[in-house]
């Protein structure tokens, strides 16, 4: 999962034909960490997709204006469109995550 810096880089990365996951977080969150244990297989079997991540805290604005209200959070993005959004409080098992992809993914 590669690492968002930048608001520069964000909006370039959003902008892809297709579809992209933002994974919104910060270095405080428990619930963050506890995604980070099982996150690893859910890339495995979504590997045709590219995965960012981004620290809410440091590259700030952005989960305001997608209404990021919770971390983590799952987001993705196609053509600079916010397309679809899973909230902290339903990314707290593999499963739940998982079917979110397969239902916004195929």
């Not at 919770?70 to 993705?76: C, T």
């Not at 916010?82 to 707290?92: I, L, N, V």
């Amino acid at each position: 999962m590669e690492a968002i810096k930048t608001e520069e880089a964000f909006y370039e990365i959003i902008q892809n034909d297709e579809p992209v996951i933002v994974k919104f977080f910060a270095d405080w969150c428990p619930d963050c960490k506890r995604m980070d244990m099982f996150i690893g297989d859910i890339l495995e079997e979504f590997n045709n997709y590219k995965w960012y991540e981004i620290n809410s805290d440091e590259v700030k604005g952005i989960a305001e204006k997608y209404e990021v209200m919770g971390i983590p959070s799952l987001l993705i993005f196609q053509n600079g469109e916010k397309k679809a959004h899973q909230h902290s409080a339903y990314t707290k098992t593999p499963e739940s995550v998982t079917e979110f992809l397969h239902q916004q993914l195929g």
